[in-house]
């Protein structure tokens, strides 16, 4: 069966853990595995996992462990039997600096990377889950139907010219390459906010704090993008925002951004008079 373009092909319907952050995108890929009646298994984080997620889980398919716990983390894998391993779900970020309770053994993961950030830690996490004997899937799976399409999503028409969203898309491409962010606010030509640790809604607040009309907001990836860990996520509280901040325009990558639980998505987008704008950057590769 197909479950998804973005599992391997040998996947045969395998038992998965989901290691779950916050918010409604690890709840969502949740409901979708389980629609295909694939046995699942949630790896919760302490202080970070939603409650509510938990509660759907027995005893024996959950397990729960602190942030920066990689022995605990890799034996948990263990217990639950289950060979593959998705990744959904935010952690505050803040947490690489203070929160973190790192064992000998993440500590000596540390030790070995030359550049900690939050693109090496969990590179270098996903190394480890595999040389358990586990693969670590593109958090993409399952998510198929989520996923930004190109061109004009839902039926709000936008004004902006193409050369203007062609110079947004370059810039957010660039810093995106640069690993400051993902997302950046541009008004015209001109680029107003950049998305860095403080995650994109803080920097939609910023951008609105100028009061002006005909802002843009794009959401890309990077060249190298890692699915494993790193996929760029659009829901509801980023449409509030949007909205709050009479920004009325976003612009999000094609194949590459979640829209969490899409169709809802663009009926309130419609509501609210906000285009939806899927694009292909000329890199990226069809899966």
């Known amino acids: 069966m197909n479950y998804s373009k973005f599992l391997p092909d040998d996947y045969r319907g395998d038992a998965i853990a989901l290691i779950a952050g916050k918010g409604r995108y690890p709840a969502l890929l949740s409901e979708e595995i389980r629609k295909h009646g694939i046995p699942l298994k949630l790896i919760a984080i302490k202080n970070e996992t939603d409650a509510s997620l938990i509660a759907e889980f027995s005893e024996n398919d959950r397990r729960q462990i602190l942030l920066g716990q990689l022995s605990q983390l890799l034996k948990s894998i263990k217990d639950l039997d289950c060979k593959y391993v998705l990744m959904a779900g935010q952690v505050r970020p803040i947490r690489m600096f203070k929160g973190l309770f790192p064992d000998l053994k993440m500590l000596g993961l540390f030790r070995n990377i030359k550049q900690l950030n939050a693109e090496t830690i969990l590179g270098s996490l996903i190394n480890e889950i595999n040389s358990i004997g586990c693969c670590v899937l593109?958090?993409?799976?399952?998510?198929?139907?989520?996923?930004?399409?190109?061109g004009v999503m839902g039926t709000v028409e936008g004004k902006h010219t193409k050369d203007t969203l062609d110079y947004g898309i370059g810039i957010a491409k660039e810093i995106a390459r640069m690993n400051i962010g993902q997302g950046i606010v541009i008004k015209g030509q001109s680029v107003l906010a950049v998305e860095a640790l403080e995650g994109t809604n803080q920097m939609l607040d910023r951008a609105?704090?100028?009061?002006?009309?005909?802002l843009i907001f794009i959401k890309t990836i990077k060249q190298s993008q890692?699915?494993?860990?790193?996929?760029?996520v659009f829901g509801e509280h980023t449409l509030e925002k949007l909205r709050e901040n009479k920004i009325k325009t976003a612009v999000l990558e094609s194949n590459s951004v979640i829209l969490l639980d899409k169709e809802k998505l663009l009926k309130k987008a419609k509501a609210y008079k906000i285009q939806l704008y899927g694009f292909t950057a000329p890199h990226t590769q069809s899966v």
């Open 226 to 232: 890692d699915y494993r860990f790193d996929v760029p």
């Open 208 to 214: 609105g704090s100028f009061q002006l009309d005909d």
């Open 138 to 150: 593109d958090a993409r799976c399952f998510m198929d139907d989520h996923l930004a399409s190109e």
